[in-house]
């Protein structure tokens, strides 16, 4: 029996999908792909100096680096979903019919997330290459919000380089996030699914219309969910709602000395996303980009509260193991966890 997506049919639909970039001469492109290689490899620095987390960035370092157009970041998504989700396409009870199905979606997802995504951290590739990760950039998105927000080139490029490589640092500090995600996951899996059984997923699936409705009730995963998978949800929720806002408030802790316009530019990418229109708002949530907005949001305002009050030597701690990581109760209450954390440290 056939396992595994089918990534060459989700790749061609994912392209097929996807948008042409922005106009652009051939020096211009060859200029952006430079400079964006290069400020990544300057974030390093930055990111240690700030975080602390000077070794974890000399790790984080190692991570492959890649800069691509729009198809090459379609096709660098199927592989980062593939590899997270590898045990969903494993599963028995899932035909072949429903196999290119799924596949089809996926291309279809990774095709609309092609055209907003600037770049990702994918910490799986580790496994494949040896390297601490692998980080991507998508030239033509960085071009076209660095024209639609009027922003200064250098100090743009720096600016997204900081979010993914904090990323990249990120896992290097804790070399057991990755197997704890990967454990989540197929705990989520396997979680009993309620009286539905496995049809739920299909279930499930049949949803997913609600998401495009607005003022979207937030009570639609438990009523998707049986509660072993909610509640395993809301773990993984609430991890990548701490390394997202990580990421977000590094990126704009590097001050005007560094990026020299970074106090305009988080109003002015705020401003965009507020600013669109209800086509691309039901686009988004079908990707799952807004909920990685909210995300940006609530992390963001988890990590300011622990910085303010541990500073980041203590809320570094947060790095240390699985048992460190907020809850999701926590996220809506930092002070709940700089105590808690704070108690396991002796302080």
């Known amino acids: 029996m056939t396992t595994g997506i089918n990534s060459a049919l989700a790749a061609r639909v994912g392209t097929l999908t996807v948008r042409p970039g922005p106009e652009a001469s051939f020096a211009e492109g060859v200029h952006l792909v430079a400079d964006l290689r290069n400020q990544i490899g300057k974030a390093f ?19 492959e680096t890649v800069v691509v157009d729009r198809p090459g970041l379609v096709r660098s998504l199927i592989r980062a979903a593939e590899s997270l989700t590898a045990p969903i396409w494993t599963e028995e009870e899932l035909s072949w019919a429903a196999r290119q199905t799924a596949s089809a979606q996926l291309g279809a997802i990774a095709g609309v997330m092609a055209y907003r995504v600037l770049g990702h951290y994918d910490p799986f590739f580790t496994a ?53 995600l990967r454990n989540r996951l197929d705990a989520l899996m396997e979680a009993d699914p309620g009286p539905g059984g496995p049809g739920q997923l299909l279930a499930a699936a049949k949803k997913l219309p609600e998401l495009f409705a607005d003022g979207v009730s937030p009570d639609v995963p438990a009523r998707i969910l049986s509660p072993e998978q909610s509640r395993l949800v809301a773990e993984l929720t609430a991890a990548m709602s701490l390394l997202e806002g990580h990421a977000d408030v590094i990126m704009d802790a590097v001050g005007p000395k560094v990026v020299k316009t970074v106090e305009q530019l988080r109003p002015k990418f705020e401003a965009r996303r507020v600013a669109r229109g209800r086509f691309e708002r039901a686009l988004r949530r079908l990707a799952g980009l807004e909920a990685k907005s909210a995300q940006y949001l609530q992390g963001a305002a988890f990590v300011r509260a622990g910085l303010a009050t541990l500073g980041h030597e203590g809320f570094n701690a947060v790095f240390a193991s699985p048992s460190a990581l907020p809850t999701a109760a926590e996220m809506d209450y930092p002070a709940a966890w700089t105590r808690r954390v704070g108690q396991a440290g002796g302080g």
């Open 45 to 63: 620095g930055y990111v240690a100096e700030i975080t602390g987390l000077a070794e974890a960035a000399q790790v984080g370092a190692t991570a």
């Open 128 to 180: 494949r290459s040896g390297s601490a990760g692998r980080i991507v950039l998508c030239a033509p998105n960085v071009l076209r919000f660095e024209r639609e927000l009027a922003a200064d080139p250098r100090d743009f490029h720096l600016w997204v380089a900081l979010h993914e490589v904090t990323h990249a640092v990120q896992f290097a500090a804790a070399p057991w996030l990755v197997d704890w």
